[in-house]
């Protein structure tokens, strides 16, 4: 059995679907990091079968919305002297702002400096659709 130590104050992001952790771990940038991360890849989980999750031993800004368009399934359990003092259940956003890009060239956003604002179209596709030209991105396409 793997062990990994507990965390004294920092985060834990978990249930996240195997496989999909490098996405998060490369987001986040934690390999360039000065403190602790443990990156565990393909743990058994009785509700999922395998997941993948990230323990940091830091307290960190995360944006929520990005890691729902990730997997809206993750959990993310805050940490404070060893115990679990928060749980943040993320979701698939309504709503995102320059995390997608519109790649229609006739689009405001390509001319212009706004923002690249998308709504939530599909939820089962995790399909989205600018707000300015109704171009359609999927949820897999943020930078």
């Excluded at 009785?46 to 830091?58: A, L, P």
């Excluded at 993750?74 to 002297?81: F, G, H, S």
């Excluded at 212009?112 to 709504?119: D, G, M, T």
């Amino acid at each position: 059995m793997l062990n990994v130590d507990q965390i004294k104050n920092g985060i834990v992001i978990d249930h996240i679907k195997a496989g999909l952790g490098i996405r998060i771990f490369n987001w986040l940038g934690l390999d360039k990091t000065p403190y602790n991360v443990a990156f565990v890849v393909n743990a058994n989980s009785n509700r999922m079968g395998r997941k993948d999750i990230i323990k940091i031993d830091n307290t960190i800004a995360i944006n929520f919305d990005i890691l729902g368009l990730i997997d809206p399934n993750i959990t993310v359990n805050i940490i404070e002297d060893e115990k679990i003092t928060g749980k943040v259940k993320v979701q698939l956003p309504q709503r995102v702002e320059d995390v997608l890009v519109c790649k229609n060239p006739r689009c405001i956003t390509s001319t212009e400096k706004v923002p690249h604002i998308f709504n939530l179209l599909e939820p089962k596709q995790k399909t989205y659709r600018c707000e300015y030209c109704d171009e359609i991105r999927s949820a897999a396409d943020f930078r």
